[in-house]
């Protein structure tokens, strides 16, 4: 799974919710191949052995590692990408 960072959270004793745009049809439109899914403001939390983590923009999880090779080569340069495998480092 790969998501993209989101942008920094809300300041402290902020008590929205952060979200984040949603870019997946942009990323869907840009990458027809595609095969895995994507999901905007996906809570990492769900993910992660303690279940802690906030929203990521965009939540990734390939089909395969041939579909994770395509996602990489098409997205956008100025995307950061975090890796999440187990979640428990």
């Keep these: 799974m790969a998501g993209l960072v989101p942008r920094p959270p809300a300041p402290a004793g ?3 919710l952060v979200t ?3 870019i997946t049809p942009d990323l ?3 990458m027809p191949e595609l095969r895995g899914r994507l999901l905007a403001n ?3 939390a769900e993910l992660t052995w303690f279940r802690v983590g906030g929203p990521a923009q965009v939540l990734f999880t390939p089909a395969d590692a041939e579909d994770l090779g395509y996602f990489l080569a098409h997205l956008p340069g100025e995307s ?3 890796v999440v495998a187990v979640g428990s480092t």
Aim: hydrophobic residues 45%; charged residues 25%; glycine residues 0%.
């Design 28 to 30: 869907k439109a840009a």
């Design 42 to 44: 996906q809570p990492l």
């Design 14 to 16: 902020d008590a929205r």
């Design 20 to 22: 984040f745009p949603d």
């Design 80 to 82: 950061a990408v975090y």
